[in-house]
Structures are given as structure tokens and as C-alpha cells.
């Protein structure tokens, strides 16, 4: 006769013999994930693996989660590494998973687009929060690996462009996981160095190599950087969040010094003909000056003082000339006028009356014209032409 088992003996039985058949450990299992759980506080996932005709629940814990590059979504199909194991409290039995990959996409690669699409949202890419590079930074740094031939080609490229800039270099790691860490440090130790742009990158590489540069926590520092930032990571072909986060994209380590920097050799040409059109603009400036001289001192000449007293003492001797010769005609006028009435007046005279043999009587000093104003006895004068004689009428 059997035994008679507890219900924990046979869940414990039966995880025994799970546990010990090798071809339940370090399976590949695809489907579709379902029911995702991120317990926060522990870290841990919990979800469903489901296909058309079947489920089965799955869990990863927090020292597995904490190595994905991706956040893992519902509907998201998926190859999961697990071992089936029995959850012996309540009998059924599961997948404790150890990786997950995404079924037909790279997991850096979805990576990569799930925090794109976070740091999009949150405005860390925004036009409008991204610093202008200044035209002719005198201090710049550039944010590297000490031994990466990508340095030597910037440092080649500025000194040959640009020799006046002072460039300043800090060591980072580009490549690892520590790489994140340690280019933030750089970044943030760089930013108060008081210097006018920083350049951060890395040559080319794989996607792994270039991981580094597809951080969150990268992102977020250079979105803090005060200092306007150039980023040139790999080459042209490769973007990452870098690029989009730093004020400037730069598609290669070379293109960046090229961008970062001005060409003396352009500025002096710049210069040159800066310098040509300055000389004929003040070669222009002065002929006009002196021709507006030249017709102002025409002007004050004819408006001097000097030049108008002789022109005024001109009018006036003309104007002398003729008031005199008015004047001696007037004078004339006047002398014969009074000549005429001279000679008419003395045409009228009394006095010349009596030259002609008349006399006039007075009589108590009146004129007598009548003789009834006179009496018998009335003593009288009269005048002659040449003299008074007294009489008395009888």
C-alpha cells in the first residue's frame, strides 16, 4: 500500500525531479510576454510567456533584471534562458529566467530606442535647451580616452586650424561598464574649469563598444552641463544618445575639431578683404569729406563777414552816389521852385506896386481902401516906394 503524502511533500517531490532533469534547466523558450509586473521594491519581474495555445508564468530576479538593456513590455515577443522550476507553495510550476532577448531586434538596440523615446519625452533633446557653439572658443576640452588615436586626430586638426586655442584634455573611459561613471565625472569636473566648449566621444566600434555613450545617466549629465558640448562618437553612421543630448552632433572625432574651431588660415582671408573694403570705405569717405570741405568753404567764404562788409561797403558808396546826385537834384528842383514863386511873390508885392508911382494911406496904422472912412482934420501917413510922408486932410 502507498504512503500517504502531505501536499507539500509532493510540491517538494515533484521540484526534486525537475530540478534534476537537466533538459528543463538552460532552456530557450519564445513568446509573447503578458502580465508584466516590475516590482519596484524588489526589483524583481513577474510575468506570463504565452503563445497561441499555451501560458506559462515566469519570474526574473532583481540580479538578472538589473543586467537587461532593455526594459521588457507587454506584447513584446521575446527568447527568454530559464530553468523550470516548481514555486512549492502553491504547486504550480514556472520559468525562473536569467536572460531575455527580444525575438528578432537586438536588446541594445531596443534599448537604445525605449530611452530615446523616455529622454524625448522628458525634453532632454529639445532645440530650445541646446547652447550655440561660440564661433572662436579660446579654451576648449576634450573628454576621451588618453590613449584613442581619435584624440591625436582632434589635437592634430585644432593646432593645425586653430593653433591660439588652449585645449585642455580629460582622461575617461569610453568603453565598459564603468565607462558611464567615468565620463560623467569628466564631464562634470570639465564643466567647472571655466572653459568656452567641450568635446566628448570616442572612435569607431561595435554597438557594445559604443554602448557607453547610450546612457541614461550621460544623457542627463551632459543635458546639466553648463558648457556647450560637441559630441562625435564613432562614425558618421552611428547615433547615439549622446548626439542627441549634446548641444552639437559631430558625425565623426575629426568633424568635431573641424566644427569646434574656425581656419586661421579662412580668417585672415576674411580679414584681408575686411581690411581692402575698410580702406576703400574710408578711402570713399575722405574724398567726400573734402568735397563737402571744399563747397562748405566756398560757402563760408562767400558768407564771411569780411566779404559781405566789402560787398555792403560797395552797396553803399553806389547808394551814397546816388542819394547825393538825388539830393543836388532835389536841391535844384527846390531852388528853382522857390525862384518861381520868388519871382511870382515879388510880382505881387505891395512894395512893387508903388515903385510903379501907387501909394497907401493909413490912417491910426490901418489901410484907408475908401475915402468915406476919412474925415476933415484926419491926420494920415502915406507910403511911398521910397519912403512915409504925413498929411491932414482938408
Wanted: proline share 4%; glycine share 8%.
Amino acid at each position: 500500500m502507498s504512503s500517504i503524502l502531505t501536499v507539500s511533500q509532493l510540491n517538494r517531490y515533484i521540484s526534486f525531479k525537475m530540478k534534476e532533469d537537466k533538459n528543463l534547466r538552460g532552456i530557450l523558450v519564445s513568446g509573447e510576454i503578458s502580465g508584466f509586473t516590475h516590482h519596484i521594491k524588489s526589483g524583481h519581474f513577474y510575468f506570463t510567456l504565452k503563445d497561441r495555445e499555451g501560458a506559462i508564468k515566469a519570474v526574473m530576479f532583481s540580479s538578472m533584471a538589473s543586467r537587461l538593456k532593455f526594459m521588457p513590455e507587454n506584447g513584446m515577443r521575446v527568447i527568454v534562458s530559464a530553468n523550470v522550476q516548481v514555486y512549492e507553495r502553491d504547486g504550480v510550476y514556472q520559468l525562473y529566467v536569467n536572460d531575455i532577448q527580444p525575438d528578432g531586434i537586438g536588446a541594445l538596440y531596443l534599448a537604445f530606442e525605449q530611452l530615446k523615446e523616455k529622454l524625448l519625452y522628458e525634453g532632454i533633446f529639445d532645440e530650445a535647451h541646446k547652447k550655440p557653439i561660440p564661433e572662436m572658443p579660446r579654451k576648449i576640452g576634450i573628454i576621451t580616452s588618453p590613449g584613442a588615436a581619435a584624440l591625436q586626430d582632434m589635437l592634430n586638426i585644432l593646432s593645425r586650424r586653430y593653433p591660439i586655442a588652449e585645449v585642455t584634455i580629460f582622461p575617461a573611459l569610453v568603453q565598459g561598464e564603468q565607462a558611464p561613471e567615468s565620463l560623467c565625472r569628466a564631464i562634470e569636473y570639465a564643466d567647472s574649469a571655466g572653459l568656452d566648449l567641450l568635446i566628448c566621444g570616442r572612435g569607431g566600434g561595435s554597438a557594445e563598444d559604443l554602448a557607453a555613450f547610450n546612457s541614461e545617466a550621460l544623457a542627463r549629465c551632459i543635458y546639466a552641463c553648463g558648457t556647450p558640448i560637441i559630441s562625435a562618437v564613432g562614425h558618421e553612421t552611428d547615433t547615439s544618445i549622446a548626439d542627441l543630448a549634446a548641444d552639437l552632433r559631430a558625425p565623426t572625432p575629426s568633424a568635431a575639431a573641424e566644427l569646434a574651431v574656425p581656419d586661421m588660415s579662412v580668417l585672415y582671408d576674411r580679414l584681408s578683404a575686411a581690411e581692402n573694403m575698410l580702406n576703400k570705405a574710408m578711402e570713399g569717405r575722405l574724398s567726400a569729406g573734402a568735397h563737402k570741405l571744399e563747397m562748405f568753404s566756398k560757402r563760408l567764404e562767400s558768407a564771411a563777414p569780411f566779404g559781405r562788409l566789402s560787398a555792403i561797403r560797395e552797396k553803399l558808396s553806389v547808394n551814397s552816389e546816388r542819394l547825393d546826385t538825388a539830393y543836388k537834384l532835389s536841391l535844384q528842383r527846390a531852388s528853382a521852385a522857390i525862384s518861381e514863386r520868388a519871382a511870382r511873390l515879388d510880382g505881387l508885392s505891395p512894395l512893387k506896386i508903388l515903385s510903379r508911382g501907387y501909394s497907401l494911406v493909413y490912417k491910426d496904422g490901418a489901410v484907408v481902401d475908401t475915402a468915406e472912412k476919412l474925415s476933415v482934420g484926419d491926420r494920415i501917413e502915406i507910403r511911398l516906394s521910397d519912403g512915409t510922408v504925413g498929411a491932414t486932410i482938408d
